[in-house]
């Protein structure tokens, strides 16, 4: 059974319309920059020549392992910034390039279709509910709830937890295949894909496989090839997972059980965190992805608008007395994380 929320505070009727009057004033609504575009197609076209750098150059394989981790490092910042923001729709009035720039995911073998559904539909719509938030139930080796199930193997998960997030790019198409046959995300079905998105999905999986392992293979040799690939996808997956975990997995955090006790929008502040959002450095990187929680609020709207409702919501928040969760920089949210994961670790 879905769970079901409170009727909207006082508390989120006074965000709701501040936000409004504050995305209404603005000549671009809700959506990116033009800064922000321009930030999008560096990226994608730095990505793009590190990538013919390190299959056409003429290097030694140190070199090429350092032009491999400054590709992985622009895919991450790639992903943050372009790809979810455009899954989300934030990129641009105009849907069809959304749904473009949202396929630069297919590339590296996350289905944008189905991470839309993942994450737009059930992480966000039932952050941290267990059998609900598929960020929480689809990592059965990782006990991240309380309602989860104690194995004894969970004992020692704050050691092997590092291994498992850096294998989550390597491991997602898999995953993706997985959902594509069951139609489901944790407990919750959804509607089957039609034949054309289908196709769609199978056919950018064989693209996937193409440019990240046959292409690598093929052209630097089994050995080189294949170390290359593992550099990559551990250095990106470790990082992509850790950003996105250390906002809703961590001691401060809420993890609800049962019947929901407050309305959706204090539900997204007791289940998500923001960090270094006084760092200028991680704000340009993490595309709003450090203003967790205001994200969660305001899914919808672009990062750039974030800073803003941050506060707008943060004096609020002291008005009607609503808890605000904040680390002050990435470190303690990433030791907050591990904490948790060593409690959730005991029976």
């Known amino acids: ?61 140190a070199t090429r392992a350092v032009l491999v981790l400054a590709f992985s490092f622009s895919t991450l910042i790639l992903g943050l910034n372009v790809m979810h923001e455009a899954v989300h729709g934030n990129f641009t009035r105009t849907p069809w390039i959304n749904k473009l720039m949202g396929m630069t995911f297919d590339l590296y073998g996350i289905s944008s279709d189905l991470y839309s559904i993942k994450h737009t539909q059930f992480h966000h719509n039932y952050t941290n509910i267990h059998g609900h938030d598929g960020d929480i139930t689809e990592a059965p080796l990782i006990r991240m709830s309380v309602n989860q199930p104690h194995w004894s193997l969970h004992r020692f998960q704050a ?29 919750h079905p959804f509607k089957r894909p039609s034949a054309a998105v289908t196709a769609k999905i199978v056919l950018l999986k064989a693209i996937h496989l193409l440019l990240g392992y046959y292409l690598p293979i093929r052209t630097l040799g089994w050995e080189q090839g294949l170390a290359l690939i593992l550099l990559f996808h551990f250095s990106l997956g470790v990082v992509l997972t850790l950003i996105f975990q250390v906002a809703h997995v961590h001691e401060d955090s809420r993890y609800d059980g049962g019947p929901v006790e407050t309305d959706w929008f204090i539900h997204q502040l007791k289940t998500s965190a923001d960090f270094s959002t006084g760092n200028p450095v991680m704000n340009f990187l993490c595309g709003g992805l450090n203003y967790q929680a205001i994200h969660h609020l305001f899914p919808n709207v672009s990062y750039r608008h974030y800073p803003e409702i941050q506060t707008i919501v943060k004096k609020l928040c002291h008005q009607h007395g609503v808890q605000y969760l904040e680390f002050d920089d990435f470190n303690d949210a990433v030791i907050a994380h591990f904490r948790w994961l060593n409690r959730m670790a005991k029976p």
């Open 159 to 187: 050691f092997y937890t590092p291994v498992l997030y850096a294998l989550i790019t390597i491991t997602w198409p898999i995953y993706d295949l997985m959902r594509l046959i069951s139609c489901k995300v944790g407990e």
């Open 1 to 61: 059974m879905k769970p079901v929320f409170q009727k909207d505070s006082a508390f989120t009727i006074a965000v709701k319309e501040q936000v409004k009057e504050l995305i209404k004033a603005d000549p671009r609504g809700r959506f990116a920059s033009p800064e922000e575009i321009t930030k999008a197609l560096v990226l994608i076209s730095t990505g793009a020549i590190l990538y013919s750098l390190i299959l056409q150059g003429d290097f030694s394989f």
